[in-house]
């Protein structure tokens, strides 16, 4: 049977010329970064020559880069590095309510520690409104977390209008670009970025690695404890392989930037576009304009995302529904929520992601079984248009 993934967005296969890059440094290149003898020299060189990949990536330099053990690492330090170090300013920070549970449960955490949360709304597309941002900046506001690219429908925020506004009143702006880097140009001087989160698994490279960029003359505290790596910052013996890794698909995102885009936005267009042509009572959700370009959500009225789901999976196509971690649950996606998208149409919702390995026999093959699978399910559901909810 055919496999067709399509869940670029909760991870990506490792490349293998990021593989090749790896192998050494498990076998041949051990030496703890650490080490004072010559062996060690080896290993310090490839995290230095890692760390300039991933800085060149978003525009940062080497110094402001420091790997994590992934995004939610990165989205939990960047939260609680920055309140802690600023705790004496104020207790107020500002997110939305589309963010990565990353964000919204260290949010949470936080909350129950004596500081305040703002969880922005989103417009029908999945945008943050600049004036909201404007309106909600307290005098207490220390901290500003809006992401680059949602995970789920995919949208783009306006992130250098939304920064400007932030430092107009002097306050810190991170942004989750987990979903964004490898996937549109970033660069964080130019779009006013104070810390922003990123991990290797989403774009091409290997699981459990990430970094979090801090601009020079950020104060954060540290979170783990420890020795003295990432200049004191972020302690734990370095992810050596990992990090060598990290920068390989860095470099590659960088130089392959924009055949990515395009392979991957004509693809999505062409499953979009021939979904539509062969289906009724579907729907695209979130920007088309202002949109990761591997992303395509939709719902399907009258059906059920996890049975459609599991039919694609028999199939041999691998999808979600909302997002990787509700998949499990039958709770209603927030993102879908504050986009909002009424709940029963929520639950008839799929994302599909593509990326640099899929094909267009693969979205052909897509588009055969689920059409197949649309109507099937339609023909036995409850409800229907005829039929009503
Ligand atoms: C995947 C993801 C994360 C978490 O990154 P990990 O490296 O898997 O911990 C955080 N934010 C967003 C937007 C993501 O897509």
Redesign the pocket.
């Known amino acids: 049977m055919r496999q067709v993934y399509l869940d670029y967005?909760?991870?990506t296969p490792v490349k293998k010329e990021v593989l090749d890059a790896m192998l050494p440094y498990f076998t041949e290149v051990y030496g703890n970064p650490s080490s004072l003898y010559s062996i060690s020299d080896a290993s310090k060189e490839a995290i230095a020559t890692a760390r300039g990949q991933v800085a060149e990536l978003i525009g940062a330099t080497d110094k402001e880069i420091f790997f994590t053990?992934?995004?939610?690492?990165?989205?939990n330090w960047a939260l609680m590095g920055v309140t802690d170090a600023l705790k004496n300013k104020g207790n107020h920070i500002i997110t939305t309510k589309i963010?990565?549970?990353?964000?919204l449960h260290t949010c949470e955490f936080l909350e129950k520690h004596g500081f305040e949360v703002t969880y922005l709304d989103v417009n029908a597309e999945g945008m943050v409104e600049p004036a909201a941002l404007e309106a909600a900046i307290r005098d207490n506001t220390v901290l500003v977390s809006i992401?680059m690219?949602?995970?789920e429908v995919g949208t783009l925020q306006p992130i250098r209008e939304l920064a400007a506004i932030a430092k107009a009143h002097g306050v810190l702006f991170h942004t989750?670009?987990?979903?964004a880097a490898g996937n549109v140009e970033i660069d964080v001087k130019e779009m006013g970025i104070d810390l922003l989160?990123m991990?290797?698994?989403?774009i091409y490279g290997p699981?459990?690695?990430?970094a979090l960029y801090v601009r020079r003359g950020v104060r954060i505290s540290n979170y783990m404890h420890g020795g003295a790596q990432e200049t004191r910052k972020r302690a734990g013996t370095e992810n050596l392989p990992g990090i060598v890794g990290f920068g390989k698909a860095a470099e590659m995102a960088k130089a392959n930037l924009q055949a990515h885009i395009d392979h991957c936005s004509s693809l999505r267009n062409y499953l979009v576009e021939q979904i539509m042509a062969n289906l009724e009572d579907v729907h695209v959700n979130g920007s088309m304009e202002y949109r990761h370009p591997g992303n395509a959500n939709m719902t399907f009225e009258y059906i059920e995302g996890e049975a459609m789901l599991l039919y694609l999976d028999m199939h041999g196509i691998s999808v979600s529904t909302g997002s990787a971690c509700s998949s499990k649950s039958l709770t209603p996606s927030h993102v879908l929520t504050a986009l909002g998208i009424p709940v029963e149409r929520i639950h008839g919702t799929l994302r599909m992601t593509v990326g640099d390995m899929t094909t267009k026999e693969d979205i052909d093959y897509t588009v055969e079984v689920l059409v197949k699978v649309v109507n099937k399910l339609r023909e036995i559901s409850s409800v229907s248009k005829e039929k009503g909810w």
């Open positions: 967005s909760a991870t053990s992934g995004g939610t690492e990165a989205d963010e990565h549970h990353a964000i992401m690219i949602n995970n989750d670009a987990v979903q989160s991990s290797a698994h989403k699981k459990g690695i990430g």
